[in-house]
């Protein structure tokens, strides 16, 4: 199918979005004197609380030594300690010998395969180590020992957009977590809780960074290449554990590190990184940040670095951080950059908490994921609509220009096509193919078909179907697809590696503004019937893939419509502890804190929907007899208000026949 005017809407999309950095909600001024100082830190820790959720009740911490093994001038520990609600951090303690306390390091790490273990991560680990520093090398929920499946697995899949159903998110969990893993390096005797730092690459130094400014109890902290600016990481690919719900609405990442003054903060970049980690960009944030440690009177206390080598922890980016910390932790009398001592990286059996586990022996993403379901969730659901315009971020109705393109051979006899593009005034750009039941470009119904995009939507029968009926058809691609595809958005290579589906990066970059993916969805919709009802007496709305589970839980915010059809949605978020084959945007941030999809959904009442081979956690389609059983909710809501019969749940088999039949009545 022919563009309408191809990548240039991705590109206007992510325009779009990025116009929103620092421009959202309550955006703090920027301290340009040092009274502002206190009062701008105070907003940036507000925000990231806001975004984290609050602190939670820490369990008691009582950690175990599962091993311990001598090495040359220190002694590795695997150890473990509860953090909160149930979950357990896995950790290796590296301990140099010594006659009194040592500043103490808290090592992240980014997404390796192996967490904590990976041998990079050790490199730098014992290189500490044998220079006189304990660390504490930890493995971030769902990574190394706490992955759903060993050795390692990803976090920031579907487990990670689960969390989000309940209100709770892998950024929070970090956060909190590397909180608790702090109070756990305090408490070791050989440690001066004086003298802490942080340091992580990648994913790793998103949580020094965010943790550096959350946590004063880090006098030193070094993010490596994790730094640039959220209006260029909007539109690109990055984990959910480095999306902080809103904070880009209101920050920029100068901001964050602005909140870490006065104590001593070293970034450095690799010149050759991904788009999010621009050196050029991460020079540009610290040019700014380093503004409030001159109005403190401590210029020196911060410094970029950036590095003719790729993404990573490589080995000058080591020899710079260790050349800091001994500047700011031991008192050296500069910050040079410091040789390593070589050092020999352990078998993964040797710093395992749990070496012949062939499965994690702590609470996994997954189980958390239930544990939180169940707690989050009202016992008797009752939506009400303002709560799901809420959820939705309330959804707006826009007035749409529309301007044709060119002509189209139609795929029915005597048919026709027109490619327009609508666009809002603020830059919102929809493009649609429009196929005519004839050459009068006439008819008085029409169906609006929403999808991945409009190539996949043609394959559907529903388009030949609705010609035939003499209706106009309106294939259109909403805001992050099809045509309007985020240029950074993941490929499909990507998202098998990842066992992943769906736009990924249009949904992270609403969330990271604070936006709603969904609730611009829902409010195209809106605003696209109201221009098609000029010419059109009746519009039906047919939705698939990650647009039909939005608009099915969204259903009763959409009005106006003849029908509301849905294809392949998912069913309920009650069915599984794990989601497979599912479109990313298939999951909807806060939803368990009001219901679970099918008392969502029933709102929709008394108008007009259809359901069609609803699926289950696994992505395959339920029986007629399990749909049946899950819509209890709908059904019963559209009983009690006489309209039944407005109310379709349709199985796969049955699918064809009963949507013709609809359509031509």
């Given at each position: 199918m022919p563009h309408v005017l191809g990548s240039a809407i991705g590109t206007s999309f992510q325009t779009w979005l990025r116009r929103h950095v620092r421009n959202r909600g309550e955006v703090p001024k920027f301290p340009e004197t040092e009274s502002e100082i206190a009062a701008h830190k105070q907003a940036v820790r507000s925000i990231i609380e806001k975004a984290a959720g609050p602190t939670p009740e820490y369990d008691p911490l009582i950690p175990?030594?599962?091993?311990v093994h001598q090495r040359d001038g220190y002694r590795i520990e695997a150890v473990s300690f509860p953090?909160?609600?149930?979950l357990r951090m896995t950790a290796t303690a590296y301990v140099p010998e010594a006659d009194e306390p040592v500043p103490g390091i808290l090592a992240v790490h980014g997404h390796s395969a192996h967490g904590r273990r990976d041998a990079k991560n050790q490199q730098r680990c014992i290189a500490l180590a044998k220079s006189g520093y304990f660390v504490l090398a930890v493995d971030a929920i769902g990574n190394g020992e706490r992955s759903i499946e060993l050795p390692g697995y990803y976090h920031g899949g579907n487990e990670a957009a689960a969390m989000l159903l309940t209100g709770y998110s892998v950024f929070g969990i970090q956060l909190h977590e590397n909180y608790r893993a702090c109070d756990y390096l305090i408490s070791r005797p050989?440690?001066?809780a004086s003298r802490l730092g942080i340091s992580g690459a990648s994913g790793g130094g998103n949580q020094s960074f965010y943790s550096g400014a959350w946590d004063d109890r880090f006098s030193a902290v070094i993010p490596v290449c994790s730094t640039g600016a959220y209006r260029k990481m909007i539109g690109t690919h990055n984990c959910m554990c480095e999306t902080p719900f809103g904070v880009a609405g209101s920050l920029e990442q100068y901001d964050i590190m602005a909140a870490i003054a006065p104590r001593a903060l070293l970034v450095i970049s690799a010149r050759v990184d991904n788009f999010s980690f621009r050196f050029e960009d991460a020079e540009s944030t610290m040019k700014k940040a380093a503004r409030v440690w001159e109005l403190l009177g401590c210029p020196e206390k911060v410094a970029f670095e950036s590095l003719p080598v790729e993404h990573g922890y490589p080995p000058a980016a080591r020899e710079l951080a260790l050349g800091w910390f001994n500047r700011w932790l031991k008192g050296a009398p500069d910050s040079d950059p410091t040789a390593e001592p070589a050092v020999l990286i352990e078998d993964y059996a040797t710093i395992s908490c749990y070496p012949s586990a062939d499965s994690s022996q702590v609470l996994t993403l997954p189980e958390l994921f239930v544990k939180k379901r169940e707690e989050v969730m009202p016992k008797n659901p009752e939506p009400r609509m303002e709560q799901v315009r809420e959820l939705f971020g309330t959804p707006s109705v826009k007035e749409l220009d529309m301007e044709p393109i060119t002509r189209l051979p139609g795929p029915v006899a005597g048919s026709i096509g027109t490619s327009y593009l609508f666009h809002t005034d603020d830059g919102i750009i929809i493009p649609s193919i429009t196929?005519?039941?004839?050459?009068?470009?006439?008819?008085d119904s029409a169906l609006l078909m929403v999808g991945s995009s409009k190539d996949d939507l043609m394959k559907s029968p529903l388009v030949r179907q609705g010609l035939l009926a003499g209706k106009s058809v309106w294939l259109v691609d909403l805001p992050g697809?099809?045509?309007?595809?985020?240029?950074?958005?993941?490929?499909?290579?990507?998202e098998r590696i990842l066992n992943i589906r769906g736009h990924i990066s249009a949904f992270r970059a609403c969330h990271l503004l604070g936006l709603s993916l969904g609730g611009l969805w829902i409010g195209a919709a809106q605003s696209l019937l109201a221009r098609l009802s000029e010419t059109a007496k009746q519009v039906s709305l047919a939705a698939f893939?990650?647009?039909?589970?939005?608009?099915?839980?969204?259903?009763g915010l959409l009005e106006g419509f003849e029908r509301v059809m849905v294809f392949n949605p998912l069913a309920s978020y009650r069915l599984g502890e794990r989601f497979f084959n599912l479109h990313y945007e298939s999951f909807i941030p806060g939803i368990l804190k009001i219901g679970d999809i099918p008392e969502v959904a029933a709102l929709a009442a008394p108008n007009p929907l259809t359901v069609t081979a609803p699926l289950g956690h696994d992505g395959t389609p339920l029986s007629v007899s399990e749909a049946a059983d899950v819509f209890r909710p709908v059904i019963k809501r559209y009983e009690a208000l006489g309209r039944r019969q407005a109310f379709h749940l349709v199985g796969e088999a049955e699918a064809n026949s009963l949507l013709l039949t609809e359509l031509i009545s």
């Open positions: 175990e030594i599962h091993q953090t909160f609600g149930g050989e440690v001066d196929y005519w039941p004839d050459y009068s470009h006439t008819a697809l099809g045509e309007s595809r985020l240029p950074g958005e993941i490929s499909e290579h990507i893939a990650g647009p039909a589970t939005v608009f099915l839980a969204g259903a």
